[in-house]
């Protein structure tokens, strides 16, 4: 057996240190065993008695940054190639695939890997290693496996120049590129952290990468969270009180009552690593970003890979998930409506029910709580209906909304997305009032309190003040400029302006952090309707709601006049100042305004320009479009497209989010189009609009909701907190059984 040991003493560890790992194993982060040993050994060594193996296609450079990763670590560098293989074999690793054929190769290649051991070593495979599963699994027992991405097309041109003839799975019949294709499916089953590689990257610097991702992944006790309303010397005295990614997904708000945000902040692409990135799928690119954003502690790459596989599958009409749509002259549609519910919101909430099944505790049920101005609603309950059997059994979604302040289509789609774990209530009042009286359930520890003693049922959040929500539709903002680059729109590095129909300020917050990320994005638009509260505050640093009344309007999404995600925003521009966001939102909410200081409005205002539109010119603006293109915008990308007319400088593309699909607004719509006979019926209304042959099609999801018997049977109730709190009660004793 080919045996390496690389001998290190093991520092004595103190009693304390093995309270506080013992401590930490019962926190409700997913984390194993050995991740806490991993925790422990970074602060003494990068490897301790674990490997680095570096996984890649060939071509990938995995020797020559073996070596250099070896020399840094002053540890054995072990070639599977040249020290393991052609030693075990006594001929060269090409004589052998020439010798035995692909199909024995692999075999002889996997038996050889299951009788190699070594310890605390950097070592690096062969590029056809992954495609044995038994060898694979021996050698990631005892090692931190790391692939080295870099692109096909990158690859294909170093395997040309190097005049490579011994790739596995080679022949007269199958070309390379499909070769490298086939072999992706392995690399992502097994790797512990991924590198990305562009095309002229130096080696020494890929290996810096690689030992900057192994202490990412060894120190996962630094990617902690903060509340968007804690002090400075606070954090430092609750350091054993830590918030890490699992914690916030379950949480949803901060204890006192301020927004999770990473304490380090988000994560730095370079240029280079956002070009590799543009020949990849939208599936791909959320798996790079993503993996950036939650520590494998929290969720293993190769299960995120699974939940970002399913909740980005069929259920999307369309193949590219978010494509982006000339609409006309500078000006670029994304498209965010393909999902199960026809809003941006189905991004998040695909995902965001799968995250939080693996994330929260397996001994106690949990009741999501939500409040919608429209779609949030129906992608919620969709999301979550769509979990495993025994998720469902122990995960619960109460969704309310302003029973007269959504769309009929909207209100439609949210009943008849209820299902035996997913249900929706009305209630005579306004978003503000649901959203509001969510925050105050949630701070309410004697309610939440006896929920869990007496039901054994903890609350948990889904709305856009949750932190989990955010990180999918940072990745859309990405990948529509790197479709903009793929379609030789512009070069990389030329900047954009996005606009944005704004409410609750999560989606253009997401644009602001792609931007922290390193996409090029100038400007952020902040579309507004006749609630235009964002719009005076982004033009004049006062946030004003004395004597404002919410003014019900076509881009019902919108209807907001408290935007909970600006205190985020508020928080970054502040430099983490949790004191005054806290004092600014006090104000707010015993006087109903605060205001920016001078030099805190001059920053906001580099990254933010804001517009309002009419209800007159928002339909005007959907005629127009389909009069010249035949292509119908719903009411809240009208809006922007109003906006976005007003304010953009023409001297840089725009991208339009479209947030929503038409077909959710058909009376809006109808009449924008003036199409005189209306009918009630939403599903007629529907059947009216898809007679014209509309670009898009009307969306099927939407069709095959409306067609559910029952879509009436749903309950209401007055707004009042004790009625709200009187609902959640009795949905939890008809679903979870009771705690005796």
Known sequence: MFHVVQYRPLRLITQNSLS?????????????????????????????????????????????VGRIVGQKLDCPVIDIDDDVLETTWNMSVSEKLQDVGNEQFLEEEGKALLKFSASGSVISLTGSNPMHSAGMQHMKENGIVVYLDVPTTVIMSRLKSMKVDRIVGQSPDTSLKDILQFRKQFYKRWYDIRVLCG?????????????????????????????????????????????????????????????????RGLPKFTAGEWQSLIEATYIDRAQVMLERCIHPADIPASKLAEIIGTAYGENFTCSKIAPVRHLAGNQFLLELFHGPTASFKDFALQIVPRIFAYCIPRSCNYLVLVATSGDTGSAVLDGFSRLHDTDKQRI????????????????????????????????????????????????????????????GTALAAANSIN??????????HA????????QDIIPFGSPVDVCIPTGNFGNILAALYAKMMGIPIRKCICASNENNVLTDFIRTGVYDLRGRRLIPTFSLAVD??????????????????????????TQLENQGHFQLRKDLLERLQQDLVAGWCSEEDCLAAIHSVYSTTGYILDTHTAVAKVVADRLQDRTCPI?????????????????????????QNPLSQLHLLSSYSPLPPVHWGLLETLKKKGND????????????????????????????
Request: hydrophobic share 40%; aromatic share 10%.
């Open 396 to 455: 619960a979604v109460m969704n309310f909304f302003p029973e007269d302040g959504v769309s009929p289509i909207q209100k439609s789609q949210m009943i008849g997305c209820q299902k035996e774990n997913a249900w929706s209530v009305g209630v005579k009042s306004d978003f503000d009032f649901c959203q509001t009286a969510i925050k105050q359930i949630f701070t309410n520890s004697d309610y939440t309190g006896f929920l869990t003693v007496e039901y």
């Open 560 to 585: 907001i006049l408290k935007s909970s995600n600006l205190e985020r925003y508020l928080h970054l521009i502040a430099n983490e100042d949790g004191q005054l966001v806290t004092q600014l939102y």
């Open 713 to 740: 049977d749903h309950q209401v109730c007055a707004a009042d907190m004790s009625m709200l709190m009187s609902h959640i009660e009795t949905l939890i004793q008809n679903h979870f059984m009771k705690v005796f």
């Open 467 to 476: 932190w989990a929500r955010l990180l999918p539709q940072i990745v859309y």
């Open 479 to 486: 990948s529509a400029y790197l479709d903009l680059v793929h």
């Open 199 to 263: 095309g002229d990257i130096a080696a020494e610097v890929v290996a810096e990468k690689v030992l900057d991702a192994v202490k990412r992944y060894q120190n996962s006790e630094l990617e902690t969270f903060i509340s968007t309303r804690s002090s400075r010397s606070g954090r430092s005295m609750e350091k054993d009180s830590c918030k890490y990614f699992s914690d916030v997904v379950t949480e949803g708000l901060a204890p006192d009552g301020g927004l999770f945000v990473p304490e």
């Open 20 to 64: 506080s790992m013992c401590f930490k194993l019962m926190l409700s982060r997913p984390v194993a065993l050995a991740q806490v040993w991993k925790s422990w050994f970074s602060s003494h060594c990068l490897v301790g008695n674990k490997n680095i193996i570096l996984m890649g296609p060939p071509g990938a450079g995995k020797t020559t």
């Open 655 to 679: 991208i339009i989010s479209s947030t929503a699909h038409y077909s959710k607004f058909a009376p809006a719509i109808l009449r924008a189009l003036r199409i005189a006979e209306i009918k």
